[in-house]
């Protein structure tokens, strides 16, 4: 099994307009006080009762302007104000979304590796290759560190996501940020017939068909297992998201015409003057 992530944001460097990564991490990289000031009130008020009751109002006030105040410095406030092409661009970018907002399943593939031998073959249920998949969350929430006036198409994986804005695509990998220009990011959506495990279809998705787990050459069941489960082959839909800088995002969708609607928008996508902001 081979990484297929590609590379992470601390690699790759900026390619859009303005200062907007700069600030984003800048946020990022501020501590938090209203957490921490929280909990201690709270512990210090619990070994002190009953005069904990005055430490708990006392510090009330204090932790929810420092709540507030943590909100304010990690926060990014970006206006857009797009017109004419962009923006109708946009708006079918945002409409779209809905398609991976409402599929019953998305994943990201993480690791992948090729079946070499027969054997390799007969024990993992006939399939060329196998590959290792986290869940995805599509959204249009955007990053917790930007307030913006637009709706913003987000994915969502473990410690890495993608955020769609109108004139750039921002990646977040552990609390780092950079972006990219549309002009450089490529998504290729094609169908793949996908070996599921048994018990976990996607309602929304389509099945073509069935093997076992363990088959034999000419792929029907081999017969020396008596615990031999069928498992469903399904139709999916992906979207390869990528650059030539080196990102690489895999995005596996259980409905077909969902991966080809993004693509089809990502691809029409017009040129860009930028943000006001």
Sequence with gaps: MKDVTGVTAMSLAPTGRGDVVDQLNAAAARRGWGLPVTIIAGVLGLFTLPYGLLIWMLAAPLCWWLFLRDKARR??????DVNDAPAAWFDAMVTNWGWLVGAKQLWREVQSGRVHTTYQHKTNAGASNLVSRVPVAASLAGPGHLATNVAVPSLVAGGSSLYFLPDRVLLLDNKHYTDISYRHLHANAY????????????????????????????????????????LPVMLYGNVDFSTVQGLDWRLQVSRTDGAISISETLAAVPAIEGPSF
Excluded at 194 to 219: C, H, L, M
């Design 191 to 230: 169908r793949q017939r996908f070996i599921e495990s048994s018990g976990r279809v996607p309602k929304d998705a389509q099945r073509v068909g069935q093997t076992w787990q363990y088959v034999n050459v000419k792929g029907g069941p081999d017969r020396r297992f008596a615990n031999n489960p069928v």
């Design 75 to 80: 926060t990014v406030v970006l206006f857009y």
